[in-house]
């Protein structure tokens, strides 16, 4: 009867849920290579126009050789292919872009030619970006052209096919006083006591009140719920809605790319709105982000930047005019008149510093190397600004520069004694107490995000570790505590140093030619 056929077809079910296995696009490689001998050979060629003589330096060898091994042992050769064939197809599109974040720290995408700093020559660390103790899928952000972002979003479509790509979903929720006011509306509730009720709750950007915070620290709330039974309802009724997704939308930059048709994997959803009818990529996930990361489908964050259509803009204009061509990759750094530039507060159109708070640091600082931008980059910042004063006073030997133990002076020399980078501190727990790259970001994790548990733990290593290396305890524990203050001004030097090159970039077109950035940037 029914209940044997029921039983029949449960025992012929056989489902296996995989969440541990990565879905890459196939990558198209020559036919004798498979994709990690591909991904060398592009390296090694790449290598070698980046540091043309030096190519054969042993430090250099050994670093592409590691990050190259821990990339195929993770499984992430076709990642950064498809990365790189991105950033290839842009290049010969004459489409500017550049990635940002921590990828700066491998050398394996600065010979591809997918980030502009050199990790060697900025001390980036590699664990910063791809850490083999913490398993997760690399994540290289994209900025493209603003105005031909939307070419690469074709091109991937067309590359790995249209079933096979997608939008990442997005899903609002509803904040407090939205709650209040749907609430309100179906109650038939005038709506000048909705809204004021609903401005009682506090509006602080950043760190949204719910409303049983609002109760408990808003008088004229709690007075309002206690005297109103009406209003009291609404305010029960939204309180239990507050956290509900009210609508969906699309992720701004984020796209999924897999092996095998997405529907084999996801719900798809077909997107409305205007911004649906320009897309080129129709589909949108089901999942949102998190969801799909968990699944093992790489996601790939195609960001427009307007910045580099000015400068790109910019570099026609000046090719036209002067013959001379310049792109991204050749814009000068080192040209002492675009840090006269800075120094002098003549910033506005220079990205990322002109906003009147930083034009007043430059012209304090008068930077003179393109070290200086970056570590301005950082530390401007709420918490990290207030040793912006500091730092100027020890950079023009105005202040004496100190270090809390003397072994730290090799790592912090570059910012003159001041914690500015977590990769300070990740050097600094190999170097004093044996950490290797991959606990040392572990620790710098844990500092950043405040892990009770976990920085008892590395309390105990570094201590251990320093000890064994000629520290005595208690200058090891004074080292770590203040590194745990530090949580709250520790940046990515690898992001820093990205967008500081573009800054200086910027300010070299501006002081040389002034004519054609003006006109690109209006």
């Given at each position: 009867?029914?209940?044997?056929?029921?039983?029949?077809?449960?025992?012929?079910?056989?489902?296996?849920?995989?969440?541990?296995e990565?879905?890459?696009p196939?990558?198209?490689?020559?036919?004798?290579?498979d994709?990690?001998?591909?991904?060398?050979?592009?390296?090694?060629?790449?290598?070698?126009?980046?540091?043309?003589?030096r190519?054969?330096d042993?430090?250099?060898?050994?670093?592409?050789?590691?990050?190259?091994?821990?990339?195929?042992?993770?499984?992430?050769?076709?990642?950064?292919?498809?990365?790189w064939?991105?950033?290839?197809?842009?290049?010969?599109?004459?489409i500017?872009?550049?990635?940002?974040?921590?990828?700066?720290g491998?050398?394996?995408?600065?010979?591809l030619?997918?980030?502009?700093?050199?990790?060697?020559?900025?001390?980036?660390?590699?664990?910063?970006?791809?850490?083999?103790?913490?398993?997760?899928?690399?994540?290289?952000?994209?900025?493209?052209?603003?105005?031909?972002?939307?070419?690469?979003?074709?091109?991937?479509?067309r590359?790995?096919?249209?079933?096979?790509v997608?939008?990442?979903?997005?899903?609002?929720t509803?904040?407090?006083?939205?709650?209040?006011r749907?609430?309100?509306?179906?109650?038939?509730?005038?709506?000048?006591?909705?809204d004021?009720?609903?401005?009682?709750?506090?509006?602080?950007?950043?760190?949204?009140?719910?409303?049983?915070?609002?109760?408990?620290?808003?008088?004229?709330?709690?007075?309002?719920?206690?005297?109103?039974?009406?209003?009291?309802?609404?305010?029960?009724?939204?309180?239990q809605?507050?956290g509900?997704?009210?609508?969906?939308?699309?992720?701004?930059?984020?796209?999924?790319?897999?092996?095998?048709?997405?529907?084999?994997?996801?719900p798809?959803?077909?997107?409305?709105?205007?911004?649906?009818?320009?897309?080129?990529?129709?589909?949108?996930?089901?999942?949102?982000?998190?969801?799909?990361?968990?699944?093992?489908?790489l996601?790939v964050?195609?960001?427009?930047?307007?910045?580099?259509?000015?400068?790109?803009?910019a570099?026609?204009?000046i090719?036209?005019r002067?013959?001379?061509?310049?792109?991204?990759?050749?814009?000068p750094?080192?040209?002492?008149?675009?840090?006269?530039?800075m120094?002098?507060?003549?910033?506005?159109?220079?990205?990322?510093?002109?906003?009147?708070?930083?034009?007043?640091?430059?012209?304090?600082?008068k930077?003179?190397?393109?070290?200086?931008?970056?570590?301005?980059?950082?530390?401007?910042?709420?918490?990290?600004?207030?040793?912006?004063?500091?730092?100027?006073?020890?950079?023009?030997?105005?202040?004496?520069?100190?270090?809390?133990?003397?072994?730290?002076?090799?790592i912090?020399?570059?910012?003159?004694?001041?914690?500015?980078?977590?990769?300070?501190?990740?050097?600094?727990?190999?170097?004093?107490?044996?950490?290797?790259?991959?606990?040392?970001?572990?620790l710098?994790?844990?500092?950043?995000?405040?892990?009770?548990?976990?920085?008892?733990?590395?309390?105990?290593?570094?201590?251990?570790?320093?000890?064994?290396?000629?520290?005595?305890?208690?200058?090891?524990?004074?080292?770590?505590?203040?590194?745990?203050?530090?949580?709250?001004y520790?940046?990515?030097?690898?992001?820093?140093?990205?967008?500081?090159?573009?800054?200086?970039?910027?300010?070299?077109?501006?002081?040389?030619?002034?004519?054609?950035?003006?006109?690109?940037l209006?």
């Amino acid at each position: 009867g029914a209940l044997e056929n029921t039983l029949e077809i449960a025992e012929r079910c056989q489902v296996e849920l995989k969440f541990s296995e990565y879905r890459l696009p196939r990558f198209e490689v020559p036919s004798d290579l498979d994709e990690h001998g591909y991904l060398r050979q592009l390296c090694e060629k790449g290598l070698l126009e980046r540091y043309k003589s030096r190519s054969n330096d042993r430090a250099l060898r050994e670093r592409l050789e590691y990050e190259l091994t821990i990339i195929h042992q993770m499984g992430f050769d076709a990642y950064f292919l498809v990365v790189w064939d991105l950033c290839k197809h842009a290049s010969q599109e004459g489409i500017w872009y550049h990635a940002r974040g921590s990828a700066a720290g491998s050398i394996v995408a600065y010979a591809l030619n997918i980030t502009l700093v050199d990790p060697i020559e900025h001390g980036l660390i590699f664990e910063r970006f791809l850490n083999p103790g913490r398993v997760s899928m690399p994540d290289i952000d994209l900025d493209f052209q603003d105005d031909r972002r939307h070419e690469l979003l074709e091109y991937t479509a067309r590359k790995y096919g249209e079933d096979k790509v997608a939008q990442i979903i997005t899903f609002g929720t509803l904040k407090a006083r939205a709650a209040i006011r749907d609430v309100g509306r179906v109650m038939d509730i005038p709506l000048n006591e909705v809204d004021r009720v609903a401005k009682l709750v506090p509006n602080v950007p950043g760190k949204p009140v719910s409303i049983t915070e609002a109760l408990r620290d808003v008088p004229d709330f709690k007075v309002v719920h206690r005297d109103e039974p009406h209003l009291r309802q609404m305010i029960d009724t939204a309180s239990q809605l507050e956290g509900v997704v009210r609508n969906s939308g699309t992720h701004a930059a984020g796209v999924i790319i897999s092996d095998n048709p997405l529907i084999e994997y996801i719900p798809l959803h077909r997107s409305t709105g205007s911004n649906a009818q320009q897309s080129v990529i129709k589909a949108t996930t089901q999942y949102a982000m998190d969801a799909l990361e968990s699944l093992g489908l790489l996601k790939v964050d195609f960001l427009g930047l307007r910045t580099l259509t000015v400068m790109a803009h910019a570099c026609a204009l000046i090719e036209n005019r002067h013959g001379v061509t310049l792109d991204i990759h050749n814009i000068p750094t080192d040209d002492p008149r675009s840090y006269e530039l800075m120094g002098r507060g003549d910033v506005t159109g220079v990205f990322q510093v002109e906003g009147s708070g930083m034009r007043r640091c430059l012209i304090d600082m008068k930077p003179e190397r393109l070290e200086h931008v970056i570590a301005m980059v950082a530390l401007y910042r709420p918490g990290p600004m207030d040793f912006i004063p500091s730092y100027i006073r020890r950079m023009h030997g105005e202040e004496a520069i100190t270090h809390r133990h003397t072994v730290l002076q090799p790592i912090f020399e570059e910012t003159f004694g001041i914690p500015v980078y977590q990769e300070q501190i990740m050097s600094a727990a190999m170097d004093l107490a044996g950490y290797d790259a991959s606990d040392a970001d572990d620790l710098r994790k844990a500092i950043g995000k405040k892990m009770k548990d976990k920085l008892m733990e590395h309390r105990r290593k570094f201590i251990d570790g320093a000890s064994a290396r000629g520290l005595s305890e208690s200058e090891a524990a004074s080292i770590f505590d203040d590194w745990e203050e530090f949580a709250r001004y520790g940046f990515n030097k690898a992001h820093a140093a990205e967008y500081g090159v573009i800054a200086v970039q910027t300010a070299y077109l501006k002081v040389h030619f002034p004519v054609e950035y003006v006109t690109a940037l209006l």
